[in-house]
């Protein structure tokens, strides 16, 4: 909090505090803007992630032995940590980006509120995970046969990227701050979001195995609510973490 | 150097010879658990074990949030010692009841939601610890260390939640005891005596081990500040 109070204080930034709600997404909407444009002309971090989760997935079928009977099963198991583990790839390279070439700092500078680069992260990192999954589905459905396109799945894998990048975002920031930062992330991101997990795999397995909606509502219930916790407190304490 | 301040000292003799006496009452005052026989007398110190190693990760939680409020570093050594003993007191808990869980549900080890939420708990810790290891500027991990230990401890319950919805069969002995967990049992009078005497007990050597390790990172920064100012 005291670091809004800091930012009202000073003269030369009066937008600060008195920005409209309007101009508040504007601002989003302008970073996120800005994160997609530099991705379409380098792509180096969606074909990044594209390329880990199809070895991700390659790899899996040799370990687990991939047959018809065993698919039904993990297939849901078997997606979710293909996009964790790609999520992770993914997050830390666009707060790398960020840091490395000095773009944090001048986010920093920018005359609007805090929250606008963290929301801002967020969006565009849930864009990113969203546009992998919509590749690797309908190649997984395609490589072992398995019909993946169901819309309580999809509804699924998009709660379940809300969780996840809402609170890897901001993890993520702590972790390139680090000196151990390749290493760290997982390691805090992982046992965070392990309800998130539990969940999306058991409603993605249920929607798979095509249980009636009332098995499955303890799950997204759980995914709402994990969601919407985790985005207020990101949002709460993303000031401290950027806080220089 | 400031000498150990005297209520210190008192404090260590005390927890001490009080957990002399709650071992004297473990093994000679409470009777013997009639189905479970011996094996039972670990549930007193298990208990104990595993409510400090709660009531500190809740202190930690608590010292976080008042570090980030007054950026106050003596909060941080708080945060950073309450982990430390929470950690140790939860493995503990966990070793202890891995003993008791070999003869009772025939297995060291099962993923029961307790059980899992405890592991993930001291993982979550561990990546604190991990966390304040990569950053040198002691501003910014004391700062990184509160937000992740806030972010640890919301994720905790929600872990717990998730995996409950499976069955659970870890023994709830206080409250609304459910018979079909494997290995729960009604507690006598001196059995209860024993139980929140080991509670108490336990509940003090971490005061004490709190007080000493607070100290101990206070002497390490004034070290450190003396080194600077060598240098």
Redesign the interface.
Known sequence: MNVRSQVEKIPAHPAASSIPFRHYFQAIGAVVWKDLVAEMRSRELLSGMLVFSLLVILIFNFALELDAATRVSVTAGVLWVTFTFAGTLGLNRSMAVEKDNGCLDGLLLAPVDRSVIYFAKVIANLVFILLVAAIVLPLYSILYNVNLFNLGLIWVIFLGAVGYVSVGTLLASMAVQARTRDILLPILLFPIVIPLLVAAVKASSGFLQGLELAAIQPWLTLLVVYDVIFTAVAFMVFDYVVEE | MQAQPRVLTILDYASALLLTLATGMVFFYAPTEAVMGLVQKVFYFHTATAWVGMLSFTVSLGAGIAY??T?NRRWDLVVLASVEIGMVFMLIAIIMGSIWARPIWNTWWTWDPRLTTVT?ME??YA?YL??R????DPD?RA??G???V???F??VP??F???R?FRTIHPVVIGGSDPQATGSFDMTARMLQTFLTSLVVFSLIYVDMLWHRIRLGELADKVEQLKLRLS
């Open positions: 980030l409020r950026g993930i993982l979550i990546a991990m966390l290891q990569g950053i040198e910014r700062r990184f509160a937000v992740y806030i972010l640890g919301v994720s929600l872990t939640f998730s995996i919805i």
